[in-house]
């Protein structure tokens, strides 16, 4: 999740809030064969067909149905060092809720401890988690490198891989993934290329890239791409403009040459209030436009409901660009704090929005904090708020 940024003379720097160290809750903790009967497990599993992308949707199965995946972002791997995750129940209560996908949100760290180690209990945790969200008949996009909090979002980089960021920005945190992270997702990609129901990999969470670097960001998407490419050659791969709703002009993607180019999303963490125009610091027509903050991304910034024609202002910035390099777009996490002003109305409005524009979407998140975060939509025992009827 996208926290609030601090503009600087020379550089855009990112700052971290709450919702980048997420903490899973605890209260679903049950053994797999406790929450489902193997035929209701099997029925609901079959049901998961492989997807992939078009020009104009992003989940669409071999026969040109079109899938919308909305859900929650939720965080199965919870300790690097024990295997306990989100229960059966769990997955099939956000499933009888209405919602069709997950959003996995991922820690390298907890994965790759030194260069030369792979954590298996993490992987098999995450594994737990692919197979309870399948048997619940969910659909799950794999948020690889979530980047997020400080040392330009490194927060949940492995020590090892890490770099410094620089003053001028000729390093910044995505180069940490970018330089020795690719083994990872390649990993991910190898481990799940024969898994219907991963609907795409998100390489890296509001990747940490100036904005004004936006065709190095599509150069660096080349590489994570053809990385992934090398190992799964069909599931869907996503891209994120930096810090998740950057501008990026369509000039930039001259530097994006992947050698397949096929099965690409444009993903968008939209938490923009509508309070200014088109919501980008340089304006629709400049390349350097950053999204506006603070916004309900921290949490506690609110909504004024005679702000809502901006709401698809600022998206539209988004939508004009992908339509133009022919990439469909998902909106990987958009949400605001339960004690924010105008709260209710304006999931009501960011729905409405994306309805209107048949896109799918992600809250963020399902809980943190056990249940206590600004963005929970479930209680410490895991009752859903009353709120969530609005995200349909």
Same mark, same amino acid.
């Given at each position: 999740?996208?926290?609030?940024? +601090?503009?600087?003379?020379?550089?855009?720097?990112?700052?971290? &809030?709450?919702?980048?160290?997420?903490?899973?809750?605890?209260?679903?903790?049950?053994?797999?064969?406790?929450?489902?009967?193997?035929?209701?497990?099997?029925?609901?599993?079959?049901?998961?067909?492989?997807?992939?992308?078009?020009?104009?949707?992003?989940? /669409?199965?071999?026969?040109?149905?079109?899938?919308?995946? !909305? &859900?929650?972002?939720?965080?199965?791997?919870?300790?690097?060092?024990?295997?306990?995750?989100?229960?059966?129940?769990?997955?099939?209560?956000?499933?009888?809720?209405?919602?069709?996908?997950?959003?996995?949100?991922?820690?390298?760290?907890?994965?790759?401890?030194?260069?030369?180690?792979?954590?298996?209990? *993490?992987?098999?945790?995450?594994?737990?988690?692919?197979?309870?969200?399948?048997? *619940?008949?969910?659909?799950?996009?794999? =948020?690889?490198?979530?980047?997020?909090?400080?040392?330009?979002?490194?927060?949940? $980089?492995?020590?090892?891989?890490?770099?410094?960021?620089? =003053?001028?920005?000729?390093?910044?945190?995505? %180069?940490?993934?970018?330089?020795? +992270?690719?083994?990872?997702?390649?990993?991910?990609? #190898?481990?799940?290329?024969?898994?219907?129901?991963?609907?795409?990999?998100?390489? /890296?969470?509001?990747?940490?890239?100036?904005?004004?670097?936006?065709?190095?960001?599509?150069?660096?998407?080349?590489?994570?791409?053809?990385? !992934?490419?090398?190992?799964?050659?069909?599931?869907?791969?996503?891209?994120?403009? @930096?810090?998740?709703?950057?501008?990026?002009?369509?000039?930039?993607?001259?530097?994006?040459?992947?050698?397949?180019?096929?099965?690409? !999303?444009?993903? /968008?963490? =939209?938490?923009?209030? &509508?309070?200014?125009?088109?919501?980008?610091?340089?304006?629709?027509?400049?390349?350097?436009?950053? +999204?506006?903050?603070? #916004?309900? @991304? =921290?949490?506690?910034?609110?909504?004024?409901?005679?702000?809502?024609?901006?709401?698809? @202002?600022?998206?539209?910035?988004?939508?004009?660009?992908?339509?133009?390099?022919?990439?469909?777009?998902?909106? +990987?996490?958009?949400?605001?704090?339960?004690?924010?002003?105008?709260? %209710?109305?304006?999931?009501?409005?960011? $729905?409405?929005?994306?309805?209107?524009?048949?896109?799918?979407?992600?809250?963020?998140?399902?809980?943190? %904090?056990?249940?206590?975060?600004?963005?929970?939509? $479930?209680?410490?025992?895991?009752?859903?708020?009353?709120?969530?009827?609005?995200?349909?």
């Amino acid at each position: 999740m996208r926290r609030s940024v +601090g503009l600087a003379l020379a550089t855009l720097l990112m700052t971290a &809030g709450t919702c980048g160290t997420a903490l899973a809750g605890t209260s679903a903790r049950e053994p797999a064969a406790t929450a489902r009967t193997s035929a209701a497990t099997a029925q609901a599993a079959a049901s998961l067909t492989r997807l992939h992308a078009t020009s104009s949707h992003a989940f /669409v199965d071999s026969a040109g149905t079109t899938h919308l995946l !909305i &859900g929650p972002n939720i965080q199965p791997v919870w300790d690097a060092n024990d295997t306990d995750t989100w229960g059966q129940s769990t997955y099939d209560s956000i499933k009888a809720k209405g919602f069709t996908a997950v959003r996995m949100v991922l820690f390298w760290d907890m994965f790759q401890p030194t260069e030369a180690e792979w954590n298996e209990t *993490a992987f098999s945790t995450l594994a737990t988690a692919v197979t309870r969200a399948k048997a *619940a008949g969910l659909y799950v996009i794999l =948020d690889c490198v979530h980047m997020s909090g400080a040392n330009d979002g490194q927060e949940h $980089v492995p020590d090892w891989a890490q770099v410094t960021p620089t =003053d001028d920005g000729s390093v910044e945190g995505l %180069d940490a993934v970018v330089e020795n +992270g690719l083994g990872f997702l390649q990993t991910i990609a #190898n481990r799940y290329k024969d898994e219907p129901a991963i609907a795409a990999y998100d390489p /890296v969470n509001e990747p940490f890239r100036s904005s004004t670097k936006s065709a190095r960001l599509l150069s660096d998407y080349t590489q994570l791409v053809n990385a !992934i490419r090398a190992k799964d050659g069909t599931t869907s791969i996503m891209l994120e403009p @930096s810090y998740g709703d950057s501008k990026v002009p369509t000039s930039s993607f001259s530097s994006f040459t992947p050698t397949n180019r096929g099965n690409l !999303i444009w993903s /968008v963490h =939209d938490y923009y209030n &509508g309070a200014s125009a088109s919501g980008y610091t340089s304006g629709y027509a400049n390349s350097t436009g950053l +999204g506006m903050v603070p #916004n309900p @991304s =921290d949490g506690t910034t609110g909504y004024n409901a005679a702000n809502k024609a901006g709401l698809a @202002s600022h998206l539209q910035v988004q939508l004009d660009m992908a339509k133009a390099e022919s990439l469909p777009v998902w909106i +990987g996490e958009f949400g605001i704090g339960s004690g924010a002003t105008g709260h %209710d109305q304006y999931i009501k409005d960011k $729905v409405a929005l994306y309805k209107s524009k048949g896109l799918d979407y992600a809250w963020w998140e399902y809980s943190s %904090d056990n249940g206590d975060g600004p963005f929970s939509m $479930v209680d410490a025992n895991e009752n859903w708020r009353s709120w969530v009827s609005y995200l349909f």
